[in-house]
């Protein structure tokens, strides 16, 4: 699913509409994962945050802020929901689980 404004709205209606179609979907966002959706592949956003401390620093040292680099993120997540791939009939592979960063039970 991808990340919108809109979609993030309807969050629980599209991760209920997921499930109840036994559809796997994989989202832009993390907290659709914690609501029951299947799968999330993203920037970690507590690393991301951190760095944003990083810049306010800079700025409050009397960087300018046009002079600092817009950064990519560099760490990711994989985040697995194990109880929804189970109520839709999804068998996740070993490997694949021995990847994610977190697993929900």
Not at 60 to 77: N, R
Not at 79 to 102: C, E, S
């Amino acid at each position: 699913m991808v990340g919108s404004t809109l979609m993030f709205a309807n969050q629980k209606r599209t991760v209920a509409f997921a499930l109840k179609s036994r559809l796997p979907a994989m989202y832009s966002n993390r907290d659709a994962v914690d609501a029951g959706g299947l799968m999330y592949y993203g920037a970690d956003l507590a690393d991301s945050y951190r760095r944003v401390a990083y810049y306010v620093d800079r700025i409050l040292k009397g960087a300018k802020p046009a002079d600092l680099p817009v950064e990519q993120p560099t760490k990711f997540e994989l985040v697995i929901n194990l109880k929804t791939a189970k109520q839709i009939g999804l068998t996740i592979p070993p490997n694949m689980l021995a990847r994610a960063d977190k697993v929900i039970r």
